[in-house]
């Protein structure tokens, strides 16, 4: 099992540009999310979906947008990049949610940077 | 809203010390999560507490969760080296009605030789 795979690792943007980070899982989870890492912040979730067809806001969703046409993918797109972008990005998974034992399952990042 | 406060954020100590790091939640929550951080890593996770008084180890480390006063514990025993790195919790939506898991600002551990 791959689990959570997040490409790419590591992206150099301009302000203004555009572009998609991918995740994709192979565990057959229904719930996945976005989440960015700040030093001093912990992690602040962006977007989440609880199924294929269905996403909704997070606590930063300002910026960014999401799509599920699949339960495999859930991209993440910076519609015009900003030097507030940039972060460390988590892409994660669970199998439920509030349902028994179903940690979320992170992929390994993709460090951003908007000069 | 719901919100998780980690402390303490920063935690220096001594190998073969004990300590607690504390995770308070502001709503209503039956799971609490622990996950770990080594440097320039993902998450992985240590703990899944799912109910009131629960109580879970492995090695080192205890869990325990007190639904009631909205506390979580992880407690360290005798800590190791290999112990350093950033602990996160994190508390599942699902009681309040939101499909969110909300993070701590984590503490970051760092166990002396």
């Known amino acids: 099992n791959a689990g959570v795979t997040q490409t790419p690792k590591f992206q150099v943007l301009k302000t203004g540009q555009s572009m998609t980070l991918q995740c994709a899982q192979d565990m057959n989870h229904e719930y996945m999310s976005w989440y960015r890492q700040d030093p001093g912040m912990g992690l602040r979730l962006i977007h989440y979906s609880v199924g294929a067809g269905i996403t909704d806001q997070g606590e930063v969703p300002n910026g960014y947008n999401v799509s599920r046409s699949t339960t495999e993918d859930f991209p993440l797109r910076l519609l015009s990049a900003a030097p507030s972008q940039t972060s460390v990005y988590f892409c994660a998974s669970s199998w439920g949610f509030g349902t028994g034992d179903s940690p979320l399952h992170f992929g390994n990042g993709t460090r951003l940077t908007v000069t | 809203e719901l919100k998780v406060e980690q402390n303490p954020l920063f935690l220096s100590m001594q190998e073969g010390k004990n300590y607690t790091i504390y995770c308070n939640y502001s709503t209503t929550s039956d799971r609490l999560y622990w996950y770990r951080q080594d440097p320039g890593k993902s998450l992985e996770s240590l703990f899944v507490l799912l109910s009131n008084g629960a109580v879970k180890q492995e090695g080192r480390l205890m869990a325990s969760l007190d639904t009631k006063a909205r506390l979580s514990t992880l407690h360290i025993t005798a800590a190791v080296h290999d112990l350093s790195a950033t602990y996160f919790c994190?508390?599942?939506?699902?009681?309040?009605?939101?499909?969110?898991?909300?993070f701590g600002t984590g503490t970051r551990l760092k166990v002396l030789a």
């Open positions: 994190a508390v599942d939506g699902a009681t309040s009605g939101t499909y969110k898991y909300i």
